[in-house]
T-cell receptor, first 112, second 110 residues
Framework: GPKVLQIPSHQIIDMGQMVTLNCDPV?????FYWYKQILGQQMEFLVN????????KSKLFKDQFSVERPDGSYFTLKIQPTALEDSAVYFC??????????FGSGTRLTVL | GQQVQQSPASLVLQEGENAELQCNFS?????LQWFYQRPGGSLVSLLS???GTKHTGRLTSTTVTKERRGSLHISSSQITDSGTYLC????????????FGKGTLLTVTP
């Protein structure tokens, strides 16, 4: 089936540094999402993105977060600067019509 | 805010037994979606169901929207069914934002 790729699967960075999480969505999809899952807790919505714009963001989407998809390439989540509480697995998802969301395998972010 | 409660939190079955997973949600949902989360973390979409009953393979999803509940029935469970099953609700006008439950951890033993 369609695949959403997230690279790398694990990133370790020092608190205060910038990090960019990359997502390669399904090629003809138009809707893009980021979700965050802290270890042992439920998946939580961060943001969705359509037609070059953020459609909706949650309270978890702090000012230090930003998303973009320049020229139809990777859909990225940038955190600058990072904080310890940003440690989590970040899942990217994409959809053509929102009938079905396709999720990537996640990037585990560890902030030291 | 919106909440999704799943029960049981964990379930242990012997191979061949049936599983019934429950999902209750706090506000009106336009659709329930069920996902399977592998032990490594990746998610697979299983069923998307606005209301009524939907089948695929050994899975049956039932959603009763006005009662704010849904269920996922797994028949003849197999060892490879082991993992976490997540229920997620989508609300009207939500730009397809999903609110997830904490999941049911299913373990199927030989």
């Amino acid at each position: 089936g369609p695949k959403v790729l997230q690279i790398p699967s694990h990133q370790i960075i020092d608190m205060g540094q910038m990090v960019t999480l990359n997502c390669d969505p399904v090629s003809n999809h138009l809707y893009f999402y980021w979700y965050k899952q802290i270890l042992g807790q439920q998946m939580e919505f961060l943001v969705n993105f359509y037609n070059g714009k953020v459609m909706e963001k949650s309270k978890l989407f702090k000012d230090q977060f930003s998303v973009e998809r320049p020229d139809g390439s990777y859909f990225t989540l940038k955190i600058q600067p990072t904080a310890l509480e940003d440690s989590a697995v970040y899942f990217c998802a994409s959809s053509s019509s929102a009938e079905t969301l396709y999720f990537g395998s996640g990037t585990r972010l560890t902030v030291l | 805010g919106q909440q999704v409660q799943q029960s049981p939190a964990s379930l242990v079955l012997q191979e061949g037994e049936n599983a019934e997973l429950q999902c209750n949600f706090s506000s009106t949902a336009t659709r329930l979606q069920w996902f399977y989360q592998r032990p490594g973390g990746s998610l697979v979409s299983l069923l998307s169901n606005p209301s009524g009953t939907k089948h695929t393979g050994r899975l049956t999803s039932t959603t009763v929207t006005k009662e704010r509940r849904g269920s996922l029935h797994i028949s003849s469970s197999q060892i490879t069914d082991s993992g976490t099953y997540l229920c997620a609700m989508e609300s009207g006008g939500s730009n397809y934002k999903l609110t997830f439950g904490k999941g049911t951890l299913l373990t199927v033993t030989p």
